[in-house]
């Protein structure tokens, strides 16, 4: 049973223009959820977090933004740049066990 | 800086074998965890440990078994390999704040392939 599902495996965005990332998740006990960005043959890096308390975060190009009641969160990167090619993927935390999604590969077009 | 260390990058298995997969951080964090990552599956959690002493089973420890006998080093040892094992294995540390999250950071990962 998959608890947090990210399904869009790819999604393709032109260079400037607004990228937006969702994620659905089943348990509502999570009450941390993160995002995480993977290159080819690294370990993913953090980028950004919201707690379930609130309902937007943001940080410089990237916002993520919660919805409690739809169990859905959403990352919005604007404006997206060629480095922003990349797998992302979304997690969600209790006690800080991470349950991630199954990853989208975002493709930034000059 | 080295922040999360693990080695090695890359190793194949012959199935039955042993073998363990070495983690080490630099940033004092109580909190360490293993993945493994597999295609359209995303990350998932195999063992973690909250400080020196202390392990517990994640969603998928089967095969695997861990020890924290430092702070900084977090072991993973596969007992006799199997096909199924063939993944992408990644080490995380974080700081550790009871309730409350934090981040995790990663390591590089290790790709193993058992034949």
């Known amino acids: 049973d998959q608890q947090v599902k990210q399904n869009s495996p790819s999604l393709s965005v032109q260079e400037g223009r607004i990228s937006i990332l969702n994620c659905d998740y089943t348990?509502?006990?999570?009450?941390?959820f993160l995002w995480y960005k993977k290159y080819p043959a690294e370990g993913p890096t953090f980028l950004i977090s919201?707690?379930?308390?609130?309902d937007k975060n943001e940080d410089g190009r990237f916002t993520v933004f919660l919805n409690k009641s739809a169990k859905h969160l959403s990352l919005h990167i604007v404006p997206s740049q060629p480095g922003d090619s990349a797998v992302y993927f979304c997690?969600?935390?209790?006690?800080?066990?991470?349950?991630f999604g199954q990853g989208t590969r975002l493709t930034i077009n000059p | 800086n080295a922040g999360v260390t693990q080695t090695p990058k890359f190793q194949v298995l012959k199935t039955g074998q042993s073998m363990t997969l070495q983690c080490a951080q630099d940033?004092?964090?109580?909190?360490m965890s293993w993945y493994r990552q597999d295609p359209g599956m995303g990350l998932r959690l195999i063992h973690y440990?909250?400080?020196?002493?202390?392990?517990d089973q994640g969603e998928v420890p089967n095969g695997y078994n861990v020890s924290r006998s430092t702070t900084e080093d977090f072991p993973l040892r596969l007992l006799s390999a199997a096909p199924s094992q063939t993944s992408v294995y990644f080490c995380?540390?974080?700081?550790?704040?009871?309730?409350?999250?934090?981040?995790?950071?990663f390591g590089q990962g290790t790709r193993l392939t058992v034949v």
């Open positions: 995380a540390s974080s700081l550790y704040r009871g309730p409350l999250n934090t981040e995790a950071f």
């Open positions: 348990n509502s006990m999570f009450d941390y």
């Open positions: 919201i707690s379930s308390i609130k």
């Open positions: 997690a969600a935390s209790r006690a800080q066990k991470l349950v």
């Open positions: 940033m004092n964090h109580e909190y």
């Open positions: 440990s909250v400080g020196a002493g202390i392990t």
